[in-house]
């Protein structure tokens, strides 16, 4: 038996998708494919008698069957199309981060792509304020800060006492943040159901995870936002959580203002890192 050559075999199989998808589903009569795909009998011979030489149909019973091989080629073709139809979505994204970046198939699989908008940048947030919203744990990492964000990422993520918010902070964020809204981070800092934490974030995107049920990226430009990616396969929520355990276990917490007799912006030093 002649082994089909592998590039054939790839071309063979994109191109005739359609047939391998309705054999996949149930046998066939010849009659039943030429109704179906509109074709005459001379070109469904045609692409029978290819499919057949590459071991990918058989005709049994009076129908035609696809086989083993043909189903495992036509499950993993759509599974490879549908993921570069996710990638197509998310690349006007994606072209804002380095070449070298941990976002790959686990994270963009079975992903949703929320692109920013020229006129109302600021308005793809929405989806992520709408991820974490309600949500009873979430976890993130934020690499940068942006105004006005920042407290309504908070508000959205602790919506009572009993929602548990953890947050790693890279560089001068927190300084940032205070600079911003001096009260309400020292409010933060005390509520017992968020943490804070300062450390290195290696990526220029943000992340968080809600519920260990949906995980988003947010991927900055120098301008502001460049789009939300969201994500709810298991898949992505374990490549999630193992980046934010990544960073977060090289992090330090920061300390709860009622923790010193004087609390101190730590502007430039991060003085509320623990020791």
Known sequence: ?????????????????????VLT????????????????????????????DAYLVEYRDGEWHATAAGVCAYRK???????L???ADAAPILAALPTETPIGEAFLAGSTAHIAENSVPDAVLDVMLCSVRGASVVRGLVPKAL?????????????????????????AVFDRLYELNPQETKDALDKPSVTLFCGTIPWAFGLWIADETEVGVVVYTEQGI??????????????????????EQEAEALLKSSAVDSFTPPIGQYSTCAD
């Open 77 to 83: 073709h759509d599974e490879y199309a549908s993921f």
């Open 1 to 21: 038996m002649e082994q089909p050559d592998p590039a054939d075999f790839e071309s063979l199989i994109a191109d005739r998708s359609g047939f391998l998808r």
């Open 25 to 52: 589903a149930a046998p066939r009569s010849k009659r039943d494919l030429s109704e179906l795909f509109d074709c005459s009998r001379s070109t469904i011979d045609r692409v029978l008698r290819s499919l057949a």
């Open 147 to 171: 105004a006005g964000s920042a407290t309504e990422f908070y508000e959205a993520a602790v919506t009572d006492d009993s929602a548990t918010l953890d947050l790693v902070l890279d560089g």
């Open 85 to 87: 139809t996710d990638l």
């Open 226 to 247: 460049q789009g939300c990616i969201l994500n709810d396969t298991k898949t992505a929520v374990e490549w999630a959580t193992e980046q934010y355990e990544s960073v």
